[in-house]
């Protein structure tokens, strides 16, 4: 059995998905190169694969590796595989320069397995119930759907989608593959995008799949409230009686935590954050237990950021992994200790359609 055979039979044995999906997901997501996996005897115990996006992150944008279909067999749990695991993946990562991992934990205790190894909830979402108003009078939008996964349609639309996601600040974007993949099993599973059209441009862009009760919109974007109630009143005429619902960039106190992040190249987002905030003079130490490559004092001035392997004897602040990536990220950053709290705006950052 090769390795994509393990793998495939892990997940299997770990999640409860159907076999169309496991199938459809090994066939788009799957590569050799981001999958680890650990075994003994010729027997597969554990296997994780670190999938490649890109993110928004001030003015740039950086290479992140999401880890997916992490997995032990149950016999082969609580023997710290996964930690070692997922130990070797960051060593893997800092050796691409990938700037940070993320993950979206599958059940609510996993977040703090996760925060033993350096990850910190930093991606939050709000839920969102949409209630269909009457049909807007304008006749300038038009709403257009396919029943079938139609891949030059699809792909017609990805600009428009593309343009907004990357509007919003500390986001993982998606590039053209993986956006045809996501709308794909969207349809596998029994839902449908529709697009908004104002004259010749895009104004409208809603991926929604009906599930027990509800329909859940897994993205909306729309320019003016007439194109959002032209999608919702779609999407509402093809399932009537269900609620409409669908998880939103967080607002307010209801947010609840979606996915982590963890910083992995510090030396290098430290020089890119040096390099855009010239003014500031900082110096760090910075304790890292799973990649001990990072630890240090990093000495920030002048746009510039030296690292040095040994301890200084003056520095502003000694941090942990979980701190230094919620401030780079602009998470509640007004919760941090200072001067931490003011090196970055406090944003909100965001991830969605990881087919989680």
Not at 73 to 85: D, V, Y
Request: glycine share 4%; with cysteine; aromatic share 12%.
């Amino acid at each position: 059995m090769d390795q994509k055979q393990q793998a495939m039979e892990l997940w299997r044995q770990c999640f409860n998905d159907s076999e169309e999906f496991i199938r459809f997901y090994f066939e788009r997501k799957y590569t050799p190169e981001n999958t680890l996996l650990y075994a003994e005897n010729g027997q597969a115990l554990s296997v994780l694969q670190m999938l490649p996006y890109a993110m928004t992150w001030e003015d740039l944008s950086v290479t992140t590796a999401y880890i997916s279909g992490a997995c032990t067999l149950p016999k082969a749990r609580n023997r710290g595989i996964m930690s070692r695991l997922l130990c070797q993946a960051f060593q893997e990562m800092y050796h691409r320069r990938i700037s940070f991992t993320t993950l979206i934990p599958a059940e609510t205790w996993l977040f703090r397995y996760y925060a033993g190894l350096g990850y910190t909830p930093v991606f939050d979402y709000s839920q969102q119930t949409y209630t269909p108003g009457p049909p807007p009078h304008s006749t300038q939008s038009m709403v257009e759907t396919q029943s079938e996964f139609n891949e030059p349609w699809v792909r017609k639309q990805y600009p428009y989608f593309n343009e907004e996601m990357n509007k919003r600040e500390n986001c993982i974007q998606h590039s053209l593959e993986d956006y045809l993949a996501v709308v794909e099993e969207a349809y596998l599973s029994g839902g449908s995008l529709w697009c908004c059209q104002n004259g010749h441009t895009a104004s409208g862009w809603a991926l929604a799949v009906p599930e027990t009760d509800t329909v859940h919109i897994k993205e909306f974007f729309y320019r003016t409230p007439t194109e959002k109630e032209w999608l919702l009143q779609a999407i509402h005429t093809q399932w009537p009686h269900k609620k409409l619902t669908g998880k939103v960039p967080p607002t307010g106190p209801s947010a609840q935590h979606l996915g982590m992040a963890r910083i992995i190249d510090v030396a290098s987002m430290l020089q890119h954050f040096a390099l855009r905030h010239k003014d500031i003079r900082l110096t760090l130490r910075i304790d890292d237990p799973q990649l001990p490559i990072n630890n240090g004092t990093y000495q920030i001035a002048a746009g510039k950021c030296l690292h040095f392997p040994q301890s200084a004897d003056r520095i502003d602040h000694a941090l942990d992994i979980p701190t230094l990536t919620q401030a780079l990220l602009g998470y509640h950053t007004s919760q941090l200790p200072s001067p931490l709290n003011r090196l970055l705006k406090d944003v909100s950052p965001y991830m969605s359609l990881m087919m989680d």
